[in-house]
């Protein structure tokens, strides 16, 4: 078994409120959630408004199958459109 994570720096456009920078947050959360089957949370930068870091972790017996999820996620993100992707840390054990 293998497990598989990334911490996914943003900058969010466009919020002016910890409410607006939530609603950004939970499309972003639920659509990967419901396309890669993932586990995904925000972990870093809480009260900033336009900030954030997400976390995103697979477990699968196959390490190139973690990566391979793990980049169409971020790729996903980078496509929303809503954000910046500011710099992504993978790691696979």
Same mark, same amino acid.
């Given at each position: 078994m293998s497990v598989g994570y990334s911490e996914v720096s943003l900058h969010?456009?466009?919020v002016d409120s910890l409410k607006g920078k939530r *609603?950004? !947050? #939970?499309?972003?959360? $639920?659509r990967l959630r419901? #396309?890669?089957?993932?586990?995904v949370a925000e972990v870093d930068q809480h009260d900033l408004w336009q900030a954030s870091v997400i976390? !995103?972790?697979?477990?699968?017996?196959? *390490?190139?199958?973690? *990566?391979?999820v793990l980049d169409a996620a971020v790729r996903?993100? $980078?496509?929303s459109g809503e954000v910046d992707v500011v710099a992504v840390d993978t790691e696979v054990f």
């Open positions: 969010i456009h466009g *609603r950004v !947050l #939970k499309s972003i959360v $639920e419901g #396309k890669f089957n993932i586990s976390g !995103l972790a697979v477990v699968s017996n196959d *390490r190139t199958h973690i *990566r391979q996903q993100i $980078e496509g």
